[in-house]
């Protein structure tokens, strides 16, 4: 399902976007001026350097990961993680995939229960080159109201790796979405994503 607004897809999702408040639909229309230009990798490196060694590009979450799992009747588990970030800076096209989550749950006999989820690596490219990117820092969250709701929330917050040999590339989240569903009276569910982060080449 997708929000016709944001474009977000929420993978196992119903209802309305819980960002933009629209209801969600199956299918989205083209988005026009979207427009991508490869480069060589020594064109990149170029690139960067004619902007003083270091190059900037926001991206978006365009694809969200949403589970839940309980036992019951007393736990409650939420997962929820990026699974795609995109991003164009003049023309130029940043488009990364989670290709591995990390995932942990606690409790607490017997009512609470918190589960975590966050991206540990992410991969495809930046305007045709290749990059491949790992989590070095990470959040985590917990609330619970007395005696059965407990909500777990994770999100990465910095993640880096290299472009070739000769860049250096850093992902840091912008922007975290929080939510929160329960089931009365035992279970609760904590999701977070990152809704936005800015990625930054370098030379080495």
């Known amino acids: 399902m997708f929000c016709p607004q944001c474009r977000t897809e929420f993978v196992g999702w119903r209802g309305k976007c819980p960002d933009c408040k629209v209801l969600l639909v199956d299918e989205l229309s083209p988005e026009l001026g ?4 490869p480069l060589s990798y020594n064109e990149l490196v170029d690139l960067v350097n004619k902007n003083n060694g270091r190059i900037s590009i926001d991206l978006n979450a365009t694809e969200v ?25 003049n023309g130029i096209l940043v488009d990364l995939t989670t290709t591995e989550t990390g995932r942990q749950r606690k409790w607490g006999f017997p009512y ?15 305007a045709g080159n290749e990059l491949t990117l790992n989590s070095i820092k990470v959040s985590r969250k917990r609330i619970w109201n007395f005696p059965w709701l407990g909500y777990g929330f994770a999100w990465t917050e910095e993640m880096t790796g290299e472009c070739g040999d000769e860049l250096t590339a850093i992902l840091t989240i912008t922007d975290i979405k929080q939510k929160k569903d329960w089931r009365f009276p035992y279970l609760g569910y904590g999701f977070a994503w990152a809704k936005g982060a800015c990625l930054e080449l370098s030379l080495n």
Do not use: C, H
């Open 34 to 37: 979207s427009v991508e230009k």
């Open 65 to 89: 990961e949403r589970q839940k799992k309980w036992g019951f009747p007393y736990l409650g588990y939420g997962y929820a993680w990026v699974k795609r970030f995109q991003g164009n800076t």
């Open 112 to 126: 609470f229960a918190f589960g975590f989820a966050w991206e540990k690596t992410m991969q495809g490219d930046i």
